[in-house]
């Protein structure tokens, strides 16, 4: 479980990837006559964790600087924010880097019905 704060909206895209990629560790080892369920969780938790610290870290600094900003008595978010709302290929361009961080994977064969 991780905590992401509302700041940058990532939370649920990060938990649907979050999901995804533990449908693609677990159904195959839940299928498996042996079942390795802990290692598949262990590297579930590995391929995930990176990809949370980083979001989490992001979310920090961005409310810092929303804390600075408010104490500072300018209420406005961030210059590169107001700008990406005023100019959309700016604000596109934001949204697909973010995507790309959270890593959303494809499914897995087995997730898929294959075996």
């Avoid at 961005?62 to 406005?76: F, V």
């Avoid at 107001?82 to 949204?95: M, S, T």
């Amino acid at each position: 479980a991780h905590v992401i704060s509302p700041v940058g909206g990532n939370g649920i895209n990060i938990a649907i990837a979050d999901a995804a990629d533990a449908g693609n560790a677990l159904v195959p080892a839940l299928r498996a006559a042996d079942a390795e369920l802990d290692a598949a969780c262990r590297a579930f938790e590995v391929r995930r964790r990176a990809v949370s610290d980083a979001e989490q870290r992001s979310q920090v600094r961005a409310e810092r600087g929303s804390l600075e900003r408010m104490e500072r008595g300018d209420p406005r978010p961030a210059w590169i924010l107001r700008l990406a709302a005023a100019v959309p290929p700016i604000a596109r361009a934001f949204g697909t880097r973010s995507a790309s961080a959270i890593a959303i994977p494809d499914p897995s064969p087995a997730v898929l019905g294959a075996r």
